[in-house]
């Protein structure tokens, strides 16, 4: 790794600290080069994924490193959102907009800790928005889908695809739930979204939870843990997909579980306020998706009685 040198940052410029505005407000960086950044963070940061997936962050910090090189930027201050954006889509010629998404979320994770460790003043995620998905990538899980798949799991793994199943909650939300979340008295948890888990929802904890929550294994902070460890998302992406491949059941995806609770309590006739509270949408147009699609299943039914 370079040697790190102490810069402020002047206009457009980065300027040597030494001898320059003693006394003022701004606050010095860090300079480093982006394959240095990205030795970095490798190195303290996935410590605790498994090896496979180590080998593809290295893979994919590779390749962003290379882009960035292609552009003529060496220093990870000189990295701007259009420079994202054009990541991304040099991705997506190869992938999915769904792996795309996953491995920007990475990537979102890479630049706040250069922010954290005073590297850049401002990700250049900030504020860019998830590719849109493919509708057959949020095909939603019927009940018949999830039994073949959940016989094919275990561990820690089963219960947070079962936890998923009687929630909708996401991925990420699942994996963030710690046992203090937990309110057996007001029979409520919290659920918290996002990296700092700032904004959150309560979700009613039926019978089913109840049990559900009392037969897990208490080994850690959280309540899906492995290895007293919290569990790690893209592995758990990973082993949802290597068993619906198994499966041939390539079209669906694990955030196909949440889909598939929203269809449930549509077809139940739980109201759009109601299924938006439970699934913590900020827009009721999000919801009004689960609604549309169940409305048009009942006008086919309505065709076949003619």
């Known amino acids: 790794m370079g040697d790190l040198k102490l810069y402020v940052k002047i206009g457009d410029d980065f300027k040597p600290v030494s001898g320059i505005l003693a006394g003022s407000n701004l606050k010095p960086l860090l300079k480093i080069e982006i394959k240095s950044a990205t030795n970095k963070y490798i190195d303290i940061c996935t410590s605790q994924k498994s090896i496979k997936?180590?080998?593809i962050e290295v893979l994919?910090?590779?390749?962003?490193?290379?882009?960035?090189?292609?552009?003529?930027?060496?220093?990870?201050d000189e990295v701007r959102p259009e420079h994202?954006?054009?990541?991304?889509?040099?991705?997506?010629?190869?992938?999915?907009?769904?792996?795309?998404n996953r491995r920007f979320n990475t990537f979102k994770n890479f630049f706040n800790k250069l922010v954290e460790w005073e590297h850049i003043y401002k990700s250049?995620?900030?504020?860019?928005?998830?590719?849109?998905?493919?509708?057959?990538?949020?095909?939603?899980?019927?009940?018949?889908?999830?039994?073949?798949?959940?016989?094919?799991?275990?561990?820690?793994?089963k219960d947070i695809f079962k936890f998923l199943w009687m929630t909708g909650c996401r991925p990420i939300e699942a994996k963030n739930l710690k046992w203090t979340d937990i309110d057996?008295?007001?029979?409520?948890?919290?659920?918290?979204?996002?990296?700092?888990?700032e904004i959150s929802r309560n979700f009613p904890i039926t019978k089913e939870l109840d049990v559900f929550f009392h037969n897990l294994k208490f080994d850690s902070n959280f309540v899906f843990s492995k290895n007293k460890k919290q569990i790690n998302n893209d592995t758990l992406y990973q082993y949802c997909k290597k068993r619906l491949i198994s499966l041939g059941l390539n079209e669906y995806t694990v955030?196909?579980?949440?889909?598939?609770?929203?269809?449930?309590?549509?077809?139940?006739?739980?109201?759009?306020?109601?299924?938006?509270?439970?699934?913590?949408?900020?827009?009721?147009?999000?919801?009004?998706?689960?609604?549309?699609?169940?409305?048009?299943?009942?006008i086919d039914a309505l065709l076949l009685v003619k």
Request: proline letters at 2%.
């Open 255 to 298: 955030y196909g579980i949440r889909h598939g609770f929203g269809t449930k309590l549509a077809q139940a006739g739980v109201s759009s306020f109601y299924i938006a509270e439970l699934m913590g949408h900020k827009k009721l147009e999000t919801t009004r998706i689960y609604v549309h699609a169940v409305n048009n299943q009942l």
């Open 124 to 157: 250049p995620c900030h504020g860019q928005k998830k590719r849109k998905e493919e509708a057959n990538q949020r095909k939603p899980w019927t009940y018949e889908v999830f039994c073949k798949f959940i016989k094919l799991c275990e561990g820690v793994e």
């Open 60 to 76: 994919y910090f590779k390749r962003m490193a290379d882009f960035f090189k292609s552009k003529g930027l060496i220093y990870v």
């Open 184 to 197: 057996y008295d007001k029979k409520v948890i919290t659920v918290r979204c996002g990296k700092n888990a």
């Open 53 to 55: 997936n180590q080998k």
């Open 84 to 100: 994202i954006r054009g990541f991304e889509n040099l991705l997506l010629k190869r992938m999915k907009a769904a792996s795309v």
